[in-house]
């Protein structure tokens, strides 16, 4: 029997951005929409375009370098909305628009106060009016698991008519138990008689820590695409994990007898950048891309996995592109062509240029540390990549502190090719590093949020500083890493400022 093939669309852009604190900059958003690509993920929900210029730009920048994938845009069932989306994807190969409208009782009597009729009206007419300029079109009834069984059935059959091409089914509250939900999909594809012509979608959110298996239970019962986001992302307690739903479906081919077109390699990766972009630290424990995720901590699963893997292991950690956790990958005397190769077979290809600056960040830190595992060329490339509009650079940081002393810095910055050196004090050497860059930059930099991990184990561990940083308003996500922390913290910082600096140049 061949496996059918579920459609993966990402709303990581989107949905997974709404996650509050989640803000993530142009640049970011196009380093993970071609990261997606790579994926290979089938549909891009890039953003909401109407809802600011800066989305719309987003989604307009994110059409214009996507080549396969499909670019999505979403809009309320209003003609300027519609329009938006229209406009912001016309640059990519594949497009679609989706348009929403809220079905349940609940949403109709308190939120929109319109009756059943007005609102399939509504409906269709957008639909309609998004199909006569776009072929691809996907309609979602919002908070469709709460809403009354015939009024959906009526709603889907009617923007069938009207060309819907996907009708998702968002548990928007993310109310439904997995049985629940899975009847939703089969009464929809049992009663909705035009429904053969279109798609049948899942959008779980995850309020009760149920979106993925409530995904799993559509698909089981006739879904062809999911919705979902890389490490869970989204409104409130977040939509349903790519990464769980790919690798359950991988992995227990022999119950769903289902198929993605995901290369699950990307996950660690791409599980990274979003973290890194969104400052939301994955949890430890998190299926597929935790840190401990293939971790095996008591002596009877090691001694067992040592014997033979399959014992404690359901899946092996390359196929997610987990680097190994053990053994001594590089050293100071490592070349070139072994880094490459190294990186190679984490899934990371940078080119010529990249490559060079990646290879002297990594000689500089072998020379502090002895033991380069996986994750610190992670941090590493991280670090070095994508860093495309630098306008200040950490050229030296000097700085004294103690029990008894009060903490001073001197921080050394190149900014259009000259450097420009401040010395400030603070209440820690942390603080007194960024009251001396916040001088020399005069950027007016409000510090909401700051945390530091060690990237591997041991003394000499690379320590990777994520800041959250509000600048006039704008929230803007830092990250760096060094063996020395104070370094990482200053790295981080600028890294915020150089991100702020680089989306006003790009404001219209
Ligand atoms: O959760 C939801 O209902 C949504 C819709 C806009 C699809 O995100
Ligand atoms: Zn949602």
Known sequence: MKNEKVTIFDTTLRDGEQAPGATMSPEDKLEIALSLERLGVDIIEAGFPV??????????????????????????????DIDAVIEAVKPAKHKRVHIFLATSKIHLDYKLKKSQDEIVAMAVEAVKYARKRMDNIEFSPEDASRTEKAFLYRILEEVIKAGATTVNIPDTVGYSAPEEYGSVIQGICNSVPNINKAVVSTHCHDDLGLAVANSLAGVSNGARQVECTINGIGERAGNASMEEIVMAIRTRSDLYHLTTGINAKEFYRISRMVSKATGFIVPPNKAIVGANAFRHESGIHQDGVLKERRTYEIMNPEDVGVPATEGLVLGKHSGRHAFKDRLKGLGIELSEVDLDKAFARFKHLADKKKEIYDEDLAAIVEDEGHQTSVAYTLVDLISTSGTNISPEVVVTVLYKGKKYAQKSTGDGPVDACYKAIESLTKLKANLLDYGIKSVTQGKDALGEVTVKVAFEGETVIGRAASTDIIEASAKAYINAINKFVAQQRLKP
Do not use: T, W, Y
Not at 56 to 70: L, P, T
């Open 51 to 80: 809802s600011s210029p800066g989305d719309f730009a987003s989604v307009q920048n994110v059409a214009r370098h996507i080549k396969e994938s499909c670019v999505c845009g979403l809009a309320r069932c209003m003609v300027k």
